[in-house]
């Protein structure tokens, strides 16, 4: 699973291998080097496949309630009103423990390559380094390990709603539109100073945004340019948007991840604290099931800035451009 990512997952009976032609990387990015992730990230990560965990991390089922460009929606499977269900999550525990296992050899590293470091947590080592290709190898599992985790989940949630609704999955059309990284590095070409170059780019809250016609961006969106999807807080909206030629010229084929949030999550439960947060967005019109009150209270929809003002910025900016937005329906969260 570490080598095969979402592949592994279809292979093994979770999903369509139609699902991998609408993934980032086909959903499983070379390099990975299992032998480089730890038997506790393996521990941690083996009773996690398929879960979603806490925090920000959600299934939702949304609403197309405006389009903003019906041809390219049409090639991305979008219309209005039409129901879409968005699953975030990633490499849980797993990854977790990689980037933990790696913190102290990092630091090594940085010593011993003679790297300054403002903060510690930015600890480093060269790409090409031991250490780097160690962590890149190790990386690259866990992003499987993502990959791998969602497909599982997509493919729970269409037996979800055939078991609930009764019919097959021809019938109800649940089609993967697309699923890409975030919070990850990936060796790409690049114009620098009008000179292609293979760059190490990291996207941290960040996600790639190719444009139409790049040879990445996957077959299906290839005259439409890479999916963009930025979901919001789970009381307001998220977007759809496709990747320009703008921003693979200014931002390395780069745009935000998300709207990012105005509060901390300790500042976030202490604003919720007492209020009947279900309550309160079943007056919205939103269903909301979570673990417990905690991470209802962290995920607040004033703990976040409003989406719409960041994907305002990116559309206007010229690096991705809207294409649908979404209203939440019901929110799982973990």
């Known amino acids: 699973m570490l080598e095969g990512g979402a592949g592994w997952a279809v292979k093994n009976g979770f999903g369509d291998p139609a699902d991998l032609l609408h993934i980032e990387e ?4 070379e390099g990975a080097q299992p032998g480089n992730v730890s038997d506790r990230a393996r521990e ?4 996690q496949l398929g879960t979603l965990g806490s925090g920000n991390h959600f299934v939702e089922v949304q609403r197309v309630d405006e389009i903003y460009d019906e041809a390219t929606a049409r090639a991305l499977g979008l219309e209005q009103g039409a129901l879409t269900v968005s699953i975030h999550t990633g490499s849980r525990g797993l990854g977790y ?6 913190l102290q050899v990092m630091l090594k590293a940085a010593r011993a390559y003679g790297i300054h470091l403002p903060d510690p947590q930015l600890c480093c080592a060269p790409v090409k380094s031991e250490e780097g290709g ?4 190790a990386m690259c599992a866990a992003a499987n390990f993502a990959f791998a985790n ?3 989940i997509t493919h729970w949630v269409r037996q979800s709603f055939q078991e609930v609704l009764q019919k097959g999955p021809r019938d109800l059309g649940i ?8 919070n990850i590095a990936k060796v790409e070409t690049h114009l620098v100073d009008g000179q292609e170059r293979r760059l190490c780019v990291h996207r941290k809250g960040a996600t790639r945004a190719f444009p139409p016609g790049h040879p990445q961006t996957p077959q299906a969106y290839r005259e439409a340019g890479q999916p963009v999807l930025i979901p919001g807080d ?16 200014e931002t390395f084929g780069s745009t935000c991840h998300g709207a990012g949030r105005r509060m901390s999550r300790a500042a976030a439960r202490k604003t919720a604290r007492g209020r009947p947060i279900v309550r309160e967005m079943e007056d919205r019109g939103i269903f909301v099931r979570a673990d417990g009150y905690a991470t209802l209270a962290e995920e607040i929809p004033e703990a976040y800035k409003d989406v719409a003002d960041v994907v305002d910025v990116v559309d206007r900016a010229g690096i991705s451009r809207k294409v649908a937005r979404l209203v939440p329906v ?3 969260k973990g």
Do not use: W
Request: net charge positive; hydrophobic share 30%; with cysteine.
């Open 26 to 29: 086909g959903g499983r990015l």
């Open 44 to 47: 941690r990560g083996r009773p």
């Open 97 to 102: 423990q990689v980037c933990d296992d790696f």
């Open 134 to 137: 160690r962590y890149t190898g």
């Open 150 to 152: 969602r497909q599982m």
């Open 175 to 182: 089609e993967v539109v697309y699923d890409v990284c975030h």
């Open 234 to 249: 789970m009381g307001r909206y998220s977007y759809v948007l496709v990747g320009t030629r703008k921003a693979y010229e």
């Open 330 to 332: 019901a929110v799982i």
